[in-house]
């Protein structure tokens, strides 16, 4: 059984807000849990709660704090948003961007665009999740080594040891104790900046 694709449309104006719910079920999406924030005002709480797996955002010609507005309340890192407006700016397209937005579309929104424009701005959005989660593992995996190459330099000095013996006595450590190397590594590193 496939889940429910949850759209949170913002869409000051009604008869807009239907013409694009109405393209939304047209272009496919017609098994969708579709949203219709028509007044800005607690928006950021109102997406969180609708916890949408979509955001869909329609303005004419928005001023820079009010996209500004709407890319911190839509949550650009937690999932897919689609921005569209009927001009061009570059300011405004970078500030976009920067913010997490996934797609930006100038010429305002057409039923016939609405699917490939969202599949579009879905896959950018995993594609760069992706990216962030490898970004963060290999910034983890540094710092780790950071610390188990500081640990076995503390070992070197103290016991006079090879950096191969420093680095087997971690990890004899670390097996003894059931935690990870770095872990072990991290503890030695805390108690030798106590003791100086």
Same mark, same amino acid.
């Given at each position: 059984?496939? @889940?429910?694709?949850? *759209? ?5 104006? #009604? $008869?807009?807000?239907?013409?694009? @719910? ?18 800005? !005002?607690?928006?950021? @709480? ?22 500004? =507005?709407? !890319?911190?309340? !839509?949550?650009?890192? =937690? ?30 929104? #057409?039923?016939?665009?609405? @699917? ?5 701005? *879905? ?22 080594? %950071?610390?188990?190459? #500081? ?11 090879? $950096?191969? =013996? ?11 104790? %059931?935690? %990870?190397?770095?872990?072990?590594? #991290? ?10």
């Amino acid at each position: 059984m496939t @889940r429910t694709l949850s *759209i949170t449309i913002v869409e000051k104006d #009604r $008869e807009r807000a239907a013409m694009i @719910r109405d393209a939304l079920i047209e272009a496919g999406t017609m098994d969708a849990d579709i949203t219709v924030i028509g007044d800005d !005002t607690g928006l950021a @709480r109102r997406i969180a709660a609708a916890k949408p797996d979509l955001v869909l955002i329609d303005l004419a010609s928005p001023s820079r704090d009010e996209m500004e =507005e709407l !890319t911190l309340a !839509t949550g650009p890192l =937690e999932r897919p948003v689609a921005m569209f407006v009927d001009r061009s700016d570059p300011g405004l397209i970078r500030a976009a961007i920067e913010a997490g937005v996934s797609a930006y579309v100038v010429d305002g929104l #057409r039923a016939d665009r609405i @699917r490939p424009i969202l599949d579009a701005a *879905i896959a950018r959005f995993h594609m760069f999740r992706n990216i962030r989660e490898e970004l963060a593992a290999t910034r983890a995996a540094l710092e780790e080594r %950071k610390v188990i190459d #500081r640990a076995k330099g503390l070992l070197m000095r103290a016991k006079g040891i090879s $950096e191969d =013996e420093a680095y087997a006595l971690l990890r004899r450590a670390a097996m003894d104790q %059931k935690r %990870k190397i770095a872990d072990v590594a #991290r503890a030695l590193v805390m108690a030798a900046d106590l003791l100086r």
